[in-house]
């Protein structure tokens, strides 16, 4: 791509094209994947590790964008430009900000929610940016760390707003809002640590990563895709250009150009102009077709980033069209496709830049590629070749007629054409040769060829000269079909000697220069290298090296200058040349040796560095001697070098030719001294290897056996050896330059045209006849051209198709023959030709087909003949490989006529043939080898019919996907019924046949067809709905349970949580892969270098910094964005704060950018990436299965769960957040939740869900009301007439019809309202004797008053169109609605909130047509009366409403419900097969995770959406769910965690997580019965309690010499302090960390003296008090919530960190004491620190003989038993559940009590379970421990407690603040007057006692507890009788007086004053104006 700016437009030399096709296929080219790349649909690498890491290495995908480090300066910008006055944003302020930013209104509302707390829908403006200005990755939503940080600082948890305010402000729906606060932040669940499955799920990601990729690739290549090749005609070719333009235009900046096509990605062409008018135009060459047109672009650009982008067409400038639009994502870096496969040539092609990103300005490109092709075409004699012709042909008849008089005109003319053919070397004349004239085309060489041949011909014998002239043209022309018959003219004529051993050598290097320029790169492992592990990873970044700009070096270890490298391939490679790199300066190798051999058996590295030692002391004149040696056929080993490299200084790069083609697969890279003496090891950058893929044998023995050729001393060769030479050129060449038809290929130097099958096999069969065994060998050789030219030679005429029956025939003869040695070169030739000859021997698609349908019928034969399975090979092969869709016949777009059934017949077939092999296998205990070919075949077309239902699931057609959807459905359900009755088989086989076949037996349908279709299912489980996913749930269950049936009896295979295995699981991430990068030192100006790290599997990536690593402050910075989208930026110098040495990122991948300005430079960066994961997880094919369907199990019941038809994707959306459309005002109306609720009625209604419902009425009343819209009975007309003679100015407007619509609708209002149905009762049970009631009057009034606007309505429809049917009727349409609420059970009770009552819904408002003129008024009395008339008539007239929607729905509602009944009853057996003997296995976890991670679009009730599906199956559904969750409550009700193996303990806490979010549900009255059966309360508090952080306590071992320093060194900083902290703490910035660790350990001791406010680093709230202190960590405090639930702060700190509990303070200096504690056993809770003891500094109560004791200092340390994030998560989760169910308790009986008296029972059981949460609470305050404070005296008096009895303990110590809080937030408010008996009664003498000592202090309650005590008790002494009071009182503090005339309430208030003056004395005036 080079061009340079010309703007001409002329037509081009069609040579040039030609030269332009060498360079268009560069390495590089081939590098940067510009070729297509073949995919193969087999997917059995998967099942590799070593191959799987390999390929999703290669796979680049993009970096993840995060939307708020994407938009986080705008963010900022637009926050900080909001008024002073506005504190708050709302949600739709944010959103619209963020959508006009760019970003979807999905994610900006997924942002929102990070700032939104409390689910409100208002943010405030200072936590967003706060949040936003410190985004970090420890702060990801998603991540473990955050969820619990998240769920600490709920700000909605009661507290001490909620003792002190709750009468007065209380929290509408508190406890709804924490339960909606905690299904936001609650975490994700793959990111709840599980060690044991990250090998496994790494792995998952790899495949499902390959798969997507080749899934990709094979959906554009099924059926004729879009990127299906262009046909051509006849005569036609495709020539493939880079250069396809003649100049590039720019709209500014036109010097900069260049810059696009200079090949460096770092820099970039920029524009300079107004917005949304730059753009690069294109001049095409003439005939040139697009086939790639790319921009690079980068993401750091940011506003110069292009984010529209659009390609325009034409003939000219001015007649541009718009062709295609596309948007470029803000995350993508590097090349970017803007246009594929165009189909036409356009002179001007031209990209316009439409828009950048943050409406950026200018624009900046940094490369742009442009590959065309162009269709040459040959429509028979051009005029030029028509004349060329002519010319020729009068010469030859005029010659031809002169020879007879002048014979010795044949020799001048011989001669003249020797002389010209000499200066025309081999090859010279082909197509790709750029020397050819113009004039030469195919035409005219055929000519002369003819015209030679003529000359050549004397008197019927050809002459010698002559033979020679044909060879030289013919080896010019490089034309195979001529070449051929011309070795039959030698091999007729086998004594000739001709002077020609200078041509073939010239045939010979031209062959050799060929093969260096096609020569691609070859995948390379490395095999060995000095160092082991470690450094063979930093190798394979060598030989992996793709980047730009950056570099991968390799290093040996100091002081090691020479090495020996080993690399490996899989198979046999001729390598043609190898492409070395060296870092700059002196630690590049000066030279080197390069080896190329077959190594066999185990590599042993120090064996083989043995074995080539004899080379080590070579150098270039050794190497040149052994290289004459072996040219002249003297001498040579096979393990001589086969390349010599030298470096010189200013050389870095270069590539190494070999001196002879070698064939192997191991090749050793020996490096010898550096550059410069004084570097004390080596480096290289990258190593390329050149060759070709070989699959035929014995190469190196073909090689031998040429004849040796000497022009100088050997001028002339024998027929034989010409005939050897020219067959060797063609074999050599054809084998990699066949020309594949319909593809873009590199320049042909060989001409395939005329290639005969007849002719070579005579040739074959001349040759094998021969006698001699020189000629003998040549038929080998024919038969290597054979199978080379096989792609090529398609027998269509009958004699070939002769021939073609002929060759195969002999070749099966040849392989079935007893007597031929099976390892002789003609049987594997032979052997080779038929299973590559498919294309060959079968021509016909259809025959093709036939013979394997035939074969496959008859497995049993094809052992009958060695042939017959190769021919089955072939064919499996052919279909496998070269065309998979071609058995299927899959067309590119299903039409009416496809039939589904029979390419589900083909591969029905496939599947029964292949699981036959099963039973050899099993049988014979071996592999049979024919099925395996078969086994592929199933693999591929599995494949291709799979990628092409992904392409139709992705149609927006219906009907399409639907068709996909029943194909993918039905085929996988087929597979399953197969692998369950193979497996069925294997289940009766001896434990040891089964270990067998599980390891070395692997049978491969269970193996490999089976667990790729269990894969692609994974894939496609999103695009496939709730009944595909529960028929498959279905089908593939009896296969898990075959597999645990299995597990029993070889449980080695299937490990369980018990086994040693996952010991290993458990250690720490291990290194997969090495980076080490460093820029010039000092860096350029303006550089602007990026790289991508991908290390598949990879966790993390940990950078080290260089420490000289520096760059220009704020101008040149490097940039690195991890796996989450989370970016960093670095500048300045390493070991600043900003810049630490070693930071972490988040895998699997890094993205690294350097950029500088145009000014300052520094030194530069230097840093090492390391890749860390988990190793690949070894598992056995079964094994692997069973994790694969648990997996794909879980992500069925998910998708299921969260497929709900009317709950919004995101559940936790508010109604307002929601798109305003009709869709959803229809989804969320209350009309399902009332008429609709039970669907269609059948018989008798039953109990509902959420409705009280129990209807009587019989169906008489249904009849009744047939009998009044149809008069048939005197009854009914007589009721009817009552009904109009109560409505007065009754008109009969309208006619008839109208008249029975507003019957119809009387009808319907009767029916659904319960008071009118008892009235109609008792008028029939009458017999009509009676008046109607006035109810029924009303809904008659109301019927009628629709009449008027059903006219209107109708005149109208007739004005706009005349003649209307009967659905476009609003009358007919009204009756019908009406009629079809007849069908629906009567409504009994209607449950509507208070504040719809008076005024019309949101609905009402706008329905269509809703126009006051046209609107009747109802009075609101009758709606506020008979709320069911207002649901009635909403349905009948919003025209939103129809009879067609309301059945969809109720059908797609009642699927749902059924679906979802499925999925709970499904998980509950899920449950049951997999838990043999407890609940926590590792499958069982798996099918969780999977199952979770769409918790997001979860409904927040198991029941929603479901209304209309009918009673029936809601009940079932309630039932399905509740056996679900009664199943897991079970097992931890009957556990308890330390009583569980501790090898357990990681799946117990996992599935414990899971059964919290299974029971983050909102809910409902009618669920308190079960919540009450399980035990819910306390299960919660179980849970809670044994999930607290257990420390151990120890005793400090710190030396009293250094407690003494410490001491003496406070004193004097507080001293300095006295002068300003503020000065003081501002000079100590520039200390070291063990000094600021002083620094802050004084500051955090002596804070209250210093007025200094400590935060929490884990919640962030204020600590005024007693914490917890990381003496580790520099500054890290907890509070006793964050400390006890387990939060992990931001930031190094670790939990095996010891813990100091800052409670003591020193009675003198007033700092907390963290060392040993001198104890006053007189004075009252006085206590000294050690310095002021040992110096006597007493106050002026302590006396110096008082008697004291020492207590030394007590540390804290985590149990690791309990060290888990999914424990402190739980602890977190749980609490909030607790809070919320207590929360959500008592408003169910506030809200019941004030409004419907009939739900006493709800009330009921709400208080009786509310009374638990409460008891649950007061428990736990009373069990306070004494030992709270540190535990000192439980270590000094050697206490033993069990660990329950601690756990318990240490919950009621950590928790006592928020239980307060919780029950602050549940006393009742002032205005509810509690239900006497059932609720809870706060003011019990029992509950104020407990209140008292809380508030006193009595059991050690920590200072914010005894004030929330003192709260609640202001609150309730207010509420609580006196006497009770007294009665209190005196149980904590006995009275000293004992008159029993005192007033009551003298006790209360006496005790009041005592404690007020008793906090007076001991703290002073502050601490009790604190109370």
């Known amino acids: ?251 500014t900046n036109t010097s900069d150009a260049y810059r696009l096509t200079n090949g460096d990605p770092n820099t970039f062409w920029q524009s300079d102009g107004t917005a949304r008018s730059h753009w690069i135009r294109l001049r095409m060459k003439s005939n040139a077709v697009l086939k790639l047109l790319s921009i690079n672009v980068a993401s750091s650009d940011q506003s110069y980033m292009p984010e529209l982008v659009t390609v325009s067409t034409g003939r000219n400038p001015r007649s541009l069209r718009e062709i295609k639009e596309i948007r470029i994502p803000s995350n993508t870096v590097g090349e970017f496709v803007l246009l594929k496969n165009v189909k036409l040539h356009y002179p001007v092609v031209q990209i316009n830049i439409k828009r950048c990103h943050s409406d950026g300005c200018d624009t900046r490109i940094h490369a742009l590629k442009a590959v065309a092709y162009r269709v040459v075409k040959e429509p028979g004699v051009s005029v030029l070749d028509a004349s060329a012709t002519w010319y020729l042909q009068v010469l030859a008849s005029l010659v031809g007629a002169t020879l007879p008089q002048a014979p010795q005109l044949r020799t001048h003319i011989i001669n003249h054409t020797r002389t010209a053919l000499e200066h025309m070397p081999p090859l010279s004349l082909c197509p790709a040769s750029s020397d050819r004239p113009q004039f030469l085309s195919r035409h005219v060489l055929r000519e002369l060829d003819s015209f030679i041949l003529e000359m050549s011909i004397n008197e019927g014998n050809t002459q010698a000269e002559g033979l020679h002239l044909l060879l030289s043209l013919n080896l010019a022309r490089g ?28 045939a010979l290097e031209a062959k050799n220069s060929c093969w260096e320029k096609l020569g691609s790169v070859v995948p390379m492992t490395v095999l060995g290298c000095h160092g082991g592990k470690e450094n063979m990873t930093s190798l394979e970044n060598v030989i992996n090296h793709t980047s730009e700009g950056t570099k991968h070096v390799f290093y040996t270890e100091e002081g090691k200058t020479r090495t020996d490298l080993f690399f490996k391939c899989k198979d046999y490679v001729q390598f043609t040349k190898f492409r070395i790199k060296i870092p700059p300066g002196g630690k590049g190798p000066r030279r080197g040796l390069i080896f190329v051999y077959n190594h066999t058996g185990e590599f042993d ?346 392409k139709l699931l992705n149609e927006e057609d219906e009907a399409m996907r639907k068709v996909a959807m029943d194909m993918t459905t039905q085929y996988a359900c087929h597979v399953a019924t197969r692998a369950v009755e193979v497996m069925e088989t294997l289940i009766s086989r001896t434990p040891a046949h089964l270990v067998k076949m599980s390891s070395t037996l692997q049978p491969p349908f269970l193996s490999s067809i089976v667990r790729q279709l269990v894969l692609i299912l994974n894939f496609l489980s999103p695009k496939l709905d709730s009944k595909s996913h529960v028929m498959l749930l279905q089908s593939w269950k009896p296969l898990l349970v075959q597999l645990e049936t299995i597990a029993v009896k070889i449980p080695d295979v299937f490990p369980k949580m018990s086994c ?155 109604v307002t957040d929601v798109d305003d459309s009709t869709d959803q005002e229809v989804l969320r109306s209350e009309l399902w939740t009332s008429l609709f609720r039970g669907g269609y009625m059948v018989g008798k209604l039953q109990h509902s869900l959420s409705l009280k419902v129990a209807t009587d009425e019989s169906i008489h009343l249904l009849e009744f009301f047939t009998e009044i819209e149809t008069n048939k009975s005197p009854l009914s007309i007589d009721f009817l007439k009552k009904c109009r003679q109560q409505r007065s100015n009754v008109g009969k407007v309208g006619g008839e019809d109208v008249d029975v619509a507003v019957v119809s609708v009387f009808l319907a209002l009767l029916w659904h309202t319960q008071q009118l149905r008892e009235d109609l009762e008792r008028y029939l049970k009458n017999k009509g004797e009676m008046s109607v009631s006035e109810g029924i009057v009303q809904a008659y009034n109301t019927a009628e008053s629709i009449r008027m606007s059903l006219v209107s309505q109708r005149q109208k429809v007739k004005a706009n169109e005349g003649e209307m049917s009967l659905e476009e009727d609003p009358v007919s349409v009204c009756k019908k609605k009406a009629e079809f609420l007849l069908k629906f059970a009567g409504l009994t009770k209607v449950q509507l909130k208070a504040d719809m009552r008076n005024k019309p819904s949101k609905l009402s408002l706008k329905k269509i047509g809703n126009k006051k003129n046209e609107m009747p008024l109802i009075r609101s009395e009758v709606y506020e009366k008979f709320p069911s008339f207002r649901l009635v008539m909403e349905f009948i007239q919003d025209l939103a409403w129809t009879t067609e929607r309301v059945q969809q729905m109720l059908k797609e509602r009642s699927q749902y419900a059924s679906a979802v009944c499925e999925v709970y009853h499904f998980a509950s057996e899920i449950i049951q097969i997999l838990t043999e003997q407890h609940l926590f296995q590792i499958t069982l976890v798996l099918f969780f995770q999977e ?68 029971l983050d549900t909102q809910w409902k009255p009618y669920d308190l019965t079960f919540v009450s059966e399980i035990k819910l309360p306390e299960l919660f508090m179980k849970i809670a309690k044994e999930t607290v952080k257990m420390r151990n306590c120890t005793m400090g071992e710190e030396e009293e010499v250094e407690e003494l320093r410490g001491y003496k060194l406070c004193m004097s900083w507080l001293e300095e302090c006295t002068k300003g902290f503020s000065d003081w703490y501002k000079e100590k910035e520039d200390a070291s960390k063990d000094q600021k660790k002083e620094i802050q350990m004084f500051v955090a001791r002596f804070c209250d003296l210093l007025d200094v406010e400590i935060n929490c680093d884990g919640c962030g709230n204020t600590l005024p008090g007693r914490r917890y202190r990381c003496l580790q960590c520099v500054d890290m405090d907890l509070c006793t919530t964050c400390f006890s639930g387990g939060v992990k702060p931001e930031g190094d700190h670790k939990d095996d960190h010891d813990i100091v509990h800052l409670v003591f303070k020193c009675n003198k200096c007033q700092g907390f004491i963290i060392g040993t504690r001198i104890h006053c056993d007189i004075c009252e809770d006085f206590d000294l620190c050690l310095g002021c003891h040992s110096n006597q500094k007493f106050p002026a109560e302590h006396l110096e003989s008082h008697a004291v004791t020492r207590i030394p200092p007590v540390r804290l340390k985590t149990l690791l038993t309990s060290d888990s994030l999914t424990q402190a998560y739980i602890h977190q989760h749980v609490w909030l559940l607790f809070t919320s169910l207590s929360l959500i308790l008592g408003e169910i009986i506030r809200n019941d009590t004030s409004h419907v008296s009939s739900d006493s029972d709800y009330i009921r059981l709400s208080a009786q379970l509310q009374n638990q949460c409460i008891t649950l609470c007061t428990d736990c ?151």
């Open 1491 to 1558: 199952l979770f991670s769409h918790q997001d679009n979860f409904p927040l009730h198991y029941a929603d959406g479901l209304e209309g599906c009918g009673l029936e199956k809601e009940s079932t559904v309630r039932r399905a769910y509740y056996a679900l969750i009664r199943k897991l409550t079970n097992t931890f009700q009957n556990n308890q965690d330390h009583a569980v193996d501790s090898q357990v303990i990681p799946a117990y806490r996992y599935i414990q997580a899971c059964l919290l979010h299974l």
């Open 605 to 950: 590295y120090d064996e083989e560095v043995t074995k080539f030692s004899k080379y080590d002391n070579w150098h270039e004149l050794t190497y040149k001697f052994s290289v004459n040696i072996r040219s002249a056929g003297v001498g040579g080993k096979s393990d001589n070098p086969v390349s010599y490299f030298h470096f010189d200084d200013d050389c870095d790069e270069m590539d190494v030719p070999v001196s002879w083609y070698p064939a192997g697969k191991t090749v050793l890279v020996k490096l010898f001294e550096p550059r410069q003496e004084s570097a004390s090891k080596l480096g290289l950058v990258s190593i390329k290897f050149f060759g070709f893929v070989r699959k035929l044998p014995n190469l190196e023995d073909d090689k031998m056996s040429l004849p040796t050729l000497n022009p100088e001393k050997q001028p002339n060769c024998t027929s034989l050896e010409i005939v050897q030479i020219v067959i060797t050129f063609l074999v050599d060449l054809s084998l990699d330059q066949v020309k594949k038809k319909g593809k873009i290929s590199r320049g042909d130097f060989l001409d395939f045209q005329g290639v005969d099958l007849e002719t070579i096999w005579t040739l074959y069969k001349l040759f094998k006849d021969s006698d001699d065994a020189g000629w003998k060998t040549c038929s080998l050789k024919i038969l290597k051209l054979l199978h080379g030219l096989t792609p090529v030679m398609i027998p269509l005429s009958d004699s070939a198709k002769v021939v073609s029956d002929e060759v195969f025939h002999y070749l099966c003869n040849v392989i079935d023959s007893t007597e031929i040695d099976k390892t002789s070169q003609t049987y594997l030739l032979s052997e080779q030709l038929i299973v590559d000859g498919a294309s060959l021997f079968f021509p016909n698609k259809e025959m093709k087909r036939k013979k394997l349908f035939t074969m496959m019928n008859n497995v049993d034969n094809l052992t009958t003949a060695p042939s017959v399975a190769l021919v089955f090979q072939s064919l499996c092969q052919f279909f496998s490989s070269v065309d998979p869709q071609g058995l299927l016949d899959l067309p590119k777009v299903p039409t009416q006529s496809f039939n589904v059934t029979s390419v589900l017949d083909v591969m029905k077939t496939l599947i029964v043939v292949a699981s036959q092999e099963f039973t050899f296998t099993s049988v014979e205990e071996s592999t049979n080898e024919q099925l395996t070919y078969l086994i592929q075949l199933t693999g591929s077309l599995q494949s291709s019919l799979l990628a092409w239902c992904s």
């Open 479 to 506: 034309h195979v079909a001529r070449l051929i018959q011309i070795l039959k003219y030698f091999y007729e004529q086998p004594n000739i000697s001709l002077k020609c051993a200078s041509l073939l050598a010239s």
């Open 1060 to 1214: 040693d295995k996952w010991a290993e699981s458990k250690t720490d991430d291990i290194i997969l892969r090495t980076w080490e990068l460093e820029s010039n030192h000092n860096y350029e100006n303006n550089s602007h270098i990026s790289q991508t790290f991908c290390c598949p599997g990879a966790t993390s990536f940990v950078v080290d910094f260089d420490p000289r690593s520096e760059t220009e402050r704020r101008y040149d910075y490097l940039e690195f964005t991890d796996g989450k989208g989370i970016s960093r930026k670095f500048d300045q110098k390493v070991g600043n704060p900003k810049w630490p040495k070693q930071v972490v990122f988040s895998g699997p991948n890094l993205h690294f950018l350097f950029r500088s300005d145009g000014s300052n430079t520094e030194w530069g960066y230097k840093f090492l990436v390391t890749a860390k994961g988990t190793p690949d997880a070894p598992l056995s094919w079964p094994y692997d299965l069973e994790l694969g369907l648990a997996k794909l199990f879980g992500g069925f019941c998910g998708l299921v769960l969260s497929s709900n038809p009317v709950v919004p994707k995101n559940s936790l959306q508010n």
């Open 1821 to 1971: 305050l009373e069990k306070v421990p004494d030992d709270a404070d540190d535990g000192s005296k439980h270590l000094l008096q050697e206490g033993t407690e069990n660990l329950e009895t601690r756990q318990e303990e240490a919950f009621a110590f950590h928790s006592q603040e928020r239980i307060m809080g919780l029950l602050g937030a549940m006393i009742p408010l002032e205005n509810k007057i509690p239900i006497q008996g059932v609720t809870y009664n706060f003011t019990t003498k029992d509950f104020l006692h407990l209140l008292y000592k809380v508030a006193r202090g009595d059991r050690n309650h920590e200072l914010n507890t005894q004030h929330l005590g003192m709260g609640l008790l202001g609150r309730l002494l207010t509420k609580s009788s006196t006497e009770v009071s007294d009665e209190a009182v005196l149980t904590v503090v006995p009275s000293k007086t004992s008159k029993p005339t005192a007033p009551s309430g003298q006790e209360t208030v006496n005790y009041l004053f005592n404690f007020g003056a008793s906090c007076l004395e001991k703290s002073g005036i502050e601490w009790l104006c604190s109370f």
């Open 1 to 251: 791509m080079g061009n340079s700016n010309s703007s001409s437009d002329t037509e081009e030399d069609p040579r040039g094209d030609v030269n332009e096709d060498d360079d268009a296929y560069s390495d590089n080219e081939l590098d940067a994947g510009t070729k297509e790349e073949v995919v193969s649909a087999d997917l059995n690498n998967l099942f590799d590790p070593q191959t799987l890491r390999t390929l999703a290495a290669k796979i680049r995908e993009e970096v993840p964008s995060n939307v708020t480090q994407q938009h986080h300066n705008a963010i900022v910008r637009w926050l900080c430009d909001r008024p002073e006055t506005q504190e708050t944003v709302t949600l739709a302020q944010f959103t619209d900000m963020l959508v006009s930013k760019g970003a979807s209104k999905i994610e900006a509302r997924r942002v929102f929610q990070e700032f939104d707390m409390d689910g409100s829908g208002v943010a405030d403006i200072t936590t967003i940016l706060d949040a936003v200005q410190s985004y970090s990755s420890g702060s990801v939503q998603g991540e473990i760390g955050k969820s619990i940080r998240m769920l600490q600082a709920c700000t909605l948890t009661p507290g001490f707003v909620d003792v002190y305010t709750g009468d007065k402000n209380p929290i509408h729906n508190h406890g709804e809002r924490i339960l909606k606060y905690l299904l936001r932040n609650r975490a994700e669940s793959r990111s709840l640590p599980f060690p044991c499955l990250n090998g496994f799920n790494n792995t998952s990601s790899m495949r499902q990563s390959v798969l997507k990729s080749t899934f990709n690739h094979l959906k554009n290549s099924v059926a004729g895709g879009d990127t299906e090749e262009q046909e051509l005609a006849e005569g036609e070719e495709l020539r493939p250009i880079t250069k396809c333009y003649s100049g590039i235009e720019v709209s």
